[in-house]
């Protein structure tokens, strides 16, 4: 049964810092893996979606990494923002025969920015 | 405009009371999700379906009953709700099965059981 983890549960940092958040998975025979952000009290909303044959992929200040041989990605955040203070959740998707995709989510790590 | 949305937002009712989350989705996609987040903040897959046929049903018990009247709807019944059954729902879509389609997240709905 595929397990996720985020480490660390809970981050504060002064604005500007670069951080890197990590996710790590059991079981490397993965579909794909995406990175969410949930503010409080809302859905929520697509960051990066790595294909299982992919390594990296950026946008804007967000860069995600996928080492599937390992079952590790990591979430880098550049020059980070008051705004970027909200919960970010990784989500690994696993093949479910006919049904395709289906997600496991990490705890999640709760990252606040502070001006 | 709004992708995914939810109804209703908060839903506060007593243990044994039988009731309805909608979900909608006006992305044109072809498979929808319901996911429940609990009080430690996980969040579990419950159902998926497919151009309205049930694909997925996690280890849910059968008074949950989702419901697909067509592709962009699909609403989640339940029946003789149980404190344990407080936690918050999100209704989701993707285009399709394949590994390349993101999933797109309702605003959820916090459901409370006294």
């Known amino acids: 049964k595929q397990e996720v983890t985020q480490i660390p549960a809970a981050l504060s940092v002064p604005e500007g810092e670069n951080l890197v958040l990590n996710c790590s998975f059991t079981?490397?025979?993965?579909?794909?893996l995406q990175w969410f952000r949930q503010d409080p009290g809302k859905g929520l909303t697509s960051l990066l979606l790595?294909?299982?044959?992919?390594r990296e992929q950026t946008s804007g200040r967000l860069n995600a990494s996928l080492d599937k041989s390992s079952g590790r990605s990591t979430l880098y955040i550049a020059a980070s923002q008051p705004g970027d203070s909200a919960t970010y959740l990784c989500?690994?998707?696993?093949?479910?025969?006919?049904?395709?995709?289906?997600?496991?989510f990490g705890g999640g790590t709760r990252l606040m920015v502070k001006p | 405009d709004t992708a995914v949305s939810q109804t209703p937002k908060y839903l506060v009712t007593q243990m044994g009371n039988d009731k309805s989350i909608k979900c909608e989705q006006n992305?044109?996609?072809?498979?929808m999700y319901w996911y429940k987040q609990d009080s430690k903040k996980f969040l579990k897959i419950m159902f998926s379906?497919?151009?309205?046929?049930?694909?997925i049903n996690e280890t849910v018990p059968n008074r949950f009953s989702p419901k697909s009247p067509d592709k962009a709807h699909l609403n989640l019944h339940i029946n003789s709700l149980e404190l344990g059954d407080s936690a918050v729902y999100f209704c989701?879509?993707?285009?399709?099965?394949?590994?390349?389609?993101?999933?797109?997240f309702g605003p959820g709905t916090r459901l409370t059981v006294t």
């Open positions: 989500a690994v998707g696993i093949f479910f025969g006919n049904a395709g995709n289906m997600l496991t």
């Open positions: 989701a879509s993707s285009q399709g099965l394949n590994r390349i389609y993101e999933q797109y």
């Open positions: 079981d490397s025979a993965i579909y794909n």
């Open positions: 379906y497919n151009n309205k046929e049930l694909i």
């Open positions: 790595i294909q299982s044959s992919q």
């Open positions: 992305l044109g996609h072809d498979t």
